[in-house]
């Protein structure tokens, strides 16, 4: 393990030793905290293998009650969490052939985590939300750092895609799911706000070539996939800047499946005023799209990329 991560390590197990909580001489207090801290801990893996990484029900439960029958805030408790979980973090853990791009990508991921949660000591209160389930996700390999996204390598396409859209995308997904061999597991996508600022094209490109790697030596992997509002085959026409996912997607010989349209609540309008004015005035309207690149065709791509 690099020394970087393990100097992040052996930061948070002297802070997690050391905490007043846990080192207090209340021992009938430390000793409760310590326990509800390892209870926690198990919470955070997933209880089948397909669960994804937001689907931890017990784990978000015992976050909001716990804090008062242990007298601790919920900040604290989460930050104690986050330390039993990098002080315990291991690629052995991780149900999975890793690439040397994986691991690397983790030197920068775990100091982050810690940054973040522990070393920043913010006064803001700490929520338990989708940012802080994607931590978790890291740190427990339900999710891996995957250059501009975090992938979920054991996720399926949901079938329920073969109804969405008329008869032509029922043929198309029955074809695409043919040509991969099945639904899961498949490595979905996700946009994780704390691990970059900005989308780019190179960093694009970077995260298909990583996830054709990781897919090299994990042959049990069947695909691609990733659902939003970005693989919308006609964002370039609102939003130029963003015309390069489409334009990768579709050298990989990507399958778009139309999921559902989005409200004044999409995810299209956090950081865009011109989509914003565009939905205002009528001539934008946001739709998640569902791409998918079955492994030969992504491994096939990758190739030629070195070619």
């Known amino acids: 393990m690099n020394s970087n991560l393990s100097s992040v390590q052996a930061a948070a197990l002297a802070q997690l030793t050391q905490h007043p909580v846990l080192a207090s001489t209340n021992h009938a207090q430390s000793t409760l905290v310590a326990n ?6 198990q919470h955070c893996y997933p209880s ?3 669960y994804a990484y937001n689907q931890r029900p017990e784990l978000i ?11 601790i805030s919920q900040t604290e408790l989460v930050r104690l969490l986050i330390l039993k979980l990098i002080t315990g973090f291991s690629f052995q853990r991780i149900r999975l052939n890793l690439t040397n791009a994986i691991r690397d990508n ?11 949660w522990i070393a920043e000591q913010s006064t803001e209160i700490i929520s338990v939300n989708d940012v802080l389930l994607k931590d978790i996700g890291l740190l427990t390999g339900a999710l891996l750092p995957c250059a501009e996204r975090v992938v979920e390598p054991f996720s399926a396409i949901q079938r329920a895609l073969v109804f969405n859209n008329g008869i032509a995308q029922g043929w198309r997904f029955i074809k695409a799911l043919a040509a991969a061999k099945g639904n899961k597991p498949v490595c979905r996508l996700h946009i994780h706000l704390s ?27 069947k695909g691609m996939v990733g659902a939003c509002w970005f693989y919308d085959p006609a964002i370039a026409t609102v939003s130029p800047k963003l015309a390069f996912i489409s334009e990768l997607l579709n050298d990989m010989q990507a399958s778009w499946f139309y999921s559902h349209t989005e409200d004044e609540k999409s995810g299209a309008f956090s950081r865009s005023a011109s989509r914003k004015q565009a939905f205002a005035n009528g001539s934008y309207m946001p739709k998640n799209y569902v791409v998918f690149i079955p492994r030969k065709r992504l491994l096939a791509w990758n190739k030629r990329q070195s070619s």
């Open 106 to 116: 983790y030197q920068r991921s775990v100091p982050r985590i810690y940054q973040k």
């Open 61 to 71: 439960k015992k976050l909001q009650e716990l804090p008062e029958k242990l007298d």
């Open 48 to 50: 089948s293998l397909y």
């Open 195 to 221: 691990e970059i600022t900005s989308l780019t094209a190179s960093g694009w490109r970077l995260t298909c070539q990583q996830l054709a790697e990781l897919m090299l030596v994990n042959p049990q992997l």
């Open 36 to 41: 509800a801290l390892q209870q926690l801990n």
